[in-house]
């Protein structure tokens, strides 16, 4: 399987502005995120494309959102980017693979972040989407950016498509922002099964071999095509 996998940076178009935005909207109604809080990301040619902070996602606008190169300048957009722009960067500078990012404070991968509790591979789903045990990177306080982003960044390793922030929630990837999102939602459902079958003596763990293999099926023969039409 392992091949180092790099998904090259897409075109800034309308067209992908508005399906970050629609995404966005999607995880809000999903509960994944209250108010503002949360952020995403595109890799596209000319660096980052991310979500402005404070601006609410139900009238966020193409022309809200931001490109950051990699040199840290804001190349297009007039607001102020994520304010979790320098996390988004070392994630996506750690994993080439991944060509977007989906920040959220969803209910049940938080309880596993407030906990500092990894989550291992306990449903099939997430053998597939998500690759691997998720890691809990250690606590950083609030506001210390640059930390926070090398906690991560060290956390995630090279496999997995996804990374708790202590006492925050979860940060999940994918090769593409449609990918993330299904990546999100499967991660939010087996971190729910893994802690409700803490109540009836915790759950049977699929053995990596088992892992492996379903992840190199989602990889190398799952259409991307299809995994979006799962959302
Ligand atoms: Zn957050």
């Given amino acids: 399987m392992s091949e180092p996998m790099i ?18 909207r999607y995880l809000s109604e999903l509960g994944f995120c ?8 595109i890799r596209v040619e000319q660096g980052i494309l991310i979500t402005p902070s404070r601006i609410d996602y139900s009238t966020m606008t193409p022309d ?22 320098l996390l988004h960067q070392a994630i996506l500078r750690t994993r ?31 053998a597939q989407i ?22 991560a960044a060290s956390a995630i390793g090279s496999q997995t498509w996804a990374v708790l922030l202590a006492n ?14 299904v990546a999100a939602r499967v991660l939010e459902k087996a971190a729910q099964i893994y802690i409700q079958s803490q109540s009836i003596g915790g759950p049977q763990i699929i053995p990596d071999e088992h892992v492996i ?16 039409q799962m959302k």
């Fill in 96 to 126: 080439p693979d991944f060509g977007a990012l989906v920040h959220t404070h969803s209910p049940y991968a938080s309880t596993l972040a407030c906990a500092h509790k990894p989550l291992p591979v306990c449903v099939e789903d997430m």
């Fill in 168 to 181: 925050h929630g979860p940060l999940v990837g994918g090769r593409s922002l449609a990918e993330a999102v």
């Fill in 64 to 85: 809200d959102l931001v490109v950051v190169s990699w040199e840290n300048e804001q190349i297009k957009g007039y607001r102020v980017p994520s304010s979790e722009l």
């Fill in 130 to 151: 998500i690759g691997g045990t998720v890691n809990c990177a250690p606590y950083v306080p609030n506001g210390r950016h640059a930390d926070l982003a090398q906690a």
């Fill in 34 to 41: 209250i108010g503002t809080w949360g952020n995403l990301s």
């Fill in 213 to 228: 293999e379903e992840r190199h099926r989602l990889l190398y023969k799952y259409g991307q095509e299809q995994l979006s």
């Fill in 7 to 24: 998904t090259p940076g897409v075109p800034d178009t309308l067209e992908l502005r508005l399906e970050l935005i629609q995404a966005c």
